[in-house]
């Protein structure tokens, strides 16, 4: 009897464990599709924006692009958008950054730092993505700002959790619910 209920109660785990690891994987596929896409999107953003200002900068020049860029100075509190528009001897022409992040290179990569805001009485940073492009012998960076990407994907993370943790609890009741009717039928 021992060795009948020893062996349910060890399918019953295997079970257990085939189930957590399968929910694992699918859980943390699904983060990581969301998470992939949601920095795509900001990139095509971001990309858009760069675009669109590379044209206003063919048809107005630098004077075009300064006027444009002043009016969107305030999307920082509204969008999250960072802007900085400067000449090749590091000038701040426009935007809404005061000076090229030191830890980023203009290469036109996608960069990535932080940028310090004041929020009330209190300094907050605030992760930014941003790329960078040439404008004849001027320099534009375009960003957004990560906060919320990230609260999303904290959120996700803890919804993960919590649904593998609940996943493993109720298959270990129902495991523990299936060997001890298997014992209880043997023992009869």
């Not at 953003?45 to 692009?65: I, K, M, N, W």
């Not at 960072?82 to 203009?106: C, H, I, S």
């Not at 999303?152 to 109720?170: D, G, K, P, Y």
């Amino acid at each position: 009897m021992a060795v009948w209920r020893a062996s349910a109660s060890r399918l019953a785990l295997v079970y257990l464990v085939i189930l957590v690891i399968a929910v694992s994987v699918v859980r943390f596929t699904s983060y990581l599709v969301t998470q992939r896409e949601i920095t795509r999107q900001g990139d095509l953003l971001v990309q858009s924006e760069l675009q669109a200002l590379r044209e206003q900068y063919r048809f107005g020049g630098v004077q075009r692009l300064v006027e444009i860029l002043n009016r969107r100075v305030d999307d920082w509190g509204r969008l999250g958008a960072v802007y900085l528009f400067m000449d090749n001897a590091g000038n701040k022409l426009a935007g809404n950054l005061t000076g090229w992040p030191q830890e980023v290179t203009r290469d036109g990569a996608w960069l990535e730092f932080e940028l310090v805001a004041r929020e009330g009485s209190a300094s907050v940073d605030h992760p930014v993505r941003a790329s960078a492009i040439q404008l004849g012998r001027n320099w534009l960076l375009v960003g957004t700002d990560k906060s919320e990407q990230e609260r999303i994907a904290r959120q996700q993370r803890n919804a993960m959790a919590w649904s593998i943790a609940l996943t493993a609890l109720l298959a270990g009741l129902a495991g523990w619910w299936y060997s001890r009717r298997v014992a209880a039928r043997i023992r009869e």
